[in-house]
């Protein structure tokens, strides 16, 4: 039987992911600016995030396509970052990134 893909599910995994990313990277860069965000939420973030992008590639090229359809609709660094994790061979967890390499391409590559 084939996977049924709920398109409407999978392009909320592709806003949530590119929201968290936003959030997770923010917090990276600017510590101070939320004390609220201690480790043990920090750690929560990166794992929803993680499983936004596992609902995104599960859905195989239907994900794809609607986070580049999301991108199309809003060229931001989050949605760019969702675009890049989904290529074959990326890391699969936020803890395996080089989060300088990752936001060198985000700021030469985003349309925003």
Not at 93 to 104: N, P, Q, Y
């Amino acid at each position: 039987m084939p996977n049924v893909i709920l398109r409407e599910i999978v392009r909320q995994h592709a806003e949530m992911a590119a929201f968290l990313w936003t959030v997770y990277d923010h917090h990276l860069l600017n510590p101070d600016e939320n004390p609220d965000m201690d480790e043990e939420r920090l750690e929560r973030l990166v794992e929803r995030l993680d499983a936004h992008l596992d609902g995104l590639r599960v859905a195989g090229d239907a994900g794809r396509e609607i986070a580049e359809a999301l991108y199309a609709e809003y060229p931001e660094p989050g949605e760019m970052f969702v675009l890049r994790m989904l290529i074959d061979g990326a890391p699969k967890r936020i803890a395996e990134l080089d989060l300088a390499k990752v936001r060198a391409y985000l700021s030469q590559n985003s349309r925003s």
